[in-house]
């Protein structure tokens, strides 16, 4: 059976050799392997690689294709290379992501089964440099406040059904079914998609053999700039479609905006001076709670990772500004999603 990977790129010299050394080493035939990019306009030298492999490696593999994403999205990027792609199975698969050597063998293994599904693994966050500031954004990740609850983020022992996953695989006969993804959305496709799986009856598997790793971003800025824009289209995915597709986990940090300004607004025009100290007490215990749940998070943690530095301590901080940002940024979307139609 012909299995197509599909990914996704755009300025991924840094980890491009990675993924095409996992490629390199799956123990499904290559001769029944499919590899498509799909580049959203690379300027670094990524595409000269992918030449480079394609040179090397066309002989080996069913076929390896180079499309140009002209709508840049990721989302156009997926359908293109799926709708492209000759495999009776599809699977996406992220250039900043390690999979492990019996990856496809696992998906068809998995995917054969006669019940309706689709399935992926868990992915452990990992850093490419070993040092203090790259141990510090990976405790913010690893941690449960920094990326969330999702079971595909972090290791699992058994399968599980779950009701979205990272790197999704699935029959393209599905694929089909279902529908493309979503390209209005520049964040929450996976999700969107994986709602519309469930609703055509379909059970989306996290199978542990197909555990892997993912390089988590490498600076702080970028960090904040990735969780805005993830609550941003949080916002506008749920006005313009629904919430269904989300937990209620999701919307945490924006509840949290909305009350810490809220209570500062209040406080801010607040008289006489009693009326104030009304405002000031919640706020001030919500942060002082925030604080404390944030250090224990972080202490966890960092015995789990069997790391420690002090930078460790300044975590809580970073998190908060993760957190304001997140939630800043669903209220964003809440109110610009019409734009989005």
Same mark, same amino acid.
């Given at each position: 059976m012909?299995?197509? +990977?599909?990914?996704?790129?755009?300025?991924? &010299?840094?980890? &491009?050799?990675?993924? +095409?050394?996992?490629? !390199?080493s799956q123990t499904y035939p290559h001769s029944l392997i499919e590899v498509i990019f799909s580049d959203g306009g690379s300027t670094d030298g990524t595409l000269q690689v992918i030449e480079n492999f394609k040179s090397e490696n066309k002989e080996a593999y069913h076929n390896i294709l180079l499309l140009n994403n002209i709508k840049k999205k990721q989302a156009a990027g997926v359908n293109l290379g799926f709708e492209n792609a000759n495999g009776k199975i599809l699977c996406r698969v992220d250039a900043h992501s390690i999979i492990p050597k019996d990856y496809v063998e696992n998906v068809v293994s998995t995917l054969s089964q006669k019940e309706k599904l689709a399935c992926g693994g868990a992915y452990k966050q990992v850093i490419d440099k070993e040092n203090m500031m790259g141990n510090?954004?990976? #405790? #913010?990740?690893?941690?449960?406040?920094?990326?969330? %609850?999702?079971?595909? @983020?972090?290791?699992? /022992?058994?399968?599980?059904?779950?009701?979205? &996953?990272?790197?999704?695989?699935?029959?393209? /006969?599905?694929?089909?079914?279902?529908?493309?993804?979503?390209?209005?959305?520049? @964040?929450?496709? /996976?999700?969107?998609?994986?709602? @519309? +799986?469930?609703?055509?009856?379909?059970?989306?598997?996290?199978?542990?053999?197909?555990?892997?790793?993912?390089?988590?971003?490498?600076?702080? @800025? !970028?960090?904040?700039?990735?969780?805005?824009?993830?609550? $941003?289209? &949080?916002? %506008?995915?749920? $006005?313009?479609?629904?919430?269904?597709?989300?937990?209620?986990?999701?919307?945490?940090?924006?509840?949290?905006?909305?009350?810490?300004?809220?209570?500062?607004? +209040?406080?801010a025009i607040a008289t006489p001076l009693t009326n104030t100290i009304w405002f000031i007490a919640p706020i001030t215990l919500e942060v002082a709670m925030y604080f404390i749940a944030m250090y224990l998070n972080v202490f966890l943690t960092s015995i789990v990772q069997k790391k420690f530095n002090i930078l460790f301590f300044f975590a809580p901080f970073l998190l908060f500004l993760i957190h304001f940002s997140y939630g800043m940024g669903t209220l964003h979307g809440f109110l610009t999603y019409k734009k989005y139609r």
């Open positions: 012909i299995v197509s +990977l599909v990914i996704p790129v755009l300025n991924e &010299i840094k980890y &491009i050799h990675k993924i +095409l050394q996992c490629i !390199q510090l954004f990976l #405790l #913010l990740e690893s941690s449960t406040f920094g990326s969330g %609850i999702a079971s595909f @983020r972090g290791e699992v /022992d058994s399968p599980k059904e779950v009701s979205s &996953i990272m790197n999704i695989c699935l029959k393209k /006969d599905t694929f089909e079914e279902v529908g493309k993804f979503n390209e209005k959305l520049g @964040r929450s496709e /996976d999700n969107e998609f994986s709602y @519309r +799986l469930r609703t055509k009856g379909y059970k989306i598997i996290l199978n542990p053999k197909m555990n892997g790793e993912y390089y988590v971003r490498s600076s702080f @800025r !970028q960090n904040l700039k990735q969780k805005y824009n993830n609550g $941003r289209w &949080i916002g %506008i995915t749920t $006005r313009l479609i629904t919430y269904k597709m989300f937990s209620k986990y999701h919307f945490v940090p924006f509840l949290f905006f909305i009350s810490l300004i809220g209570f500062g607004l +209040l406080a």
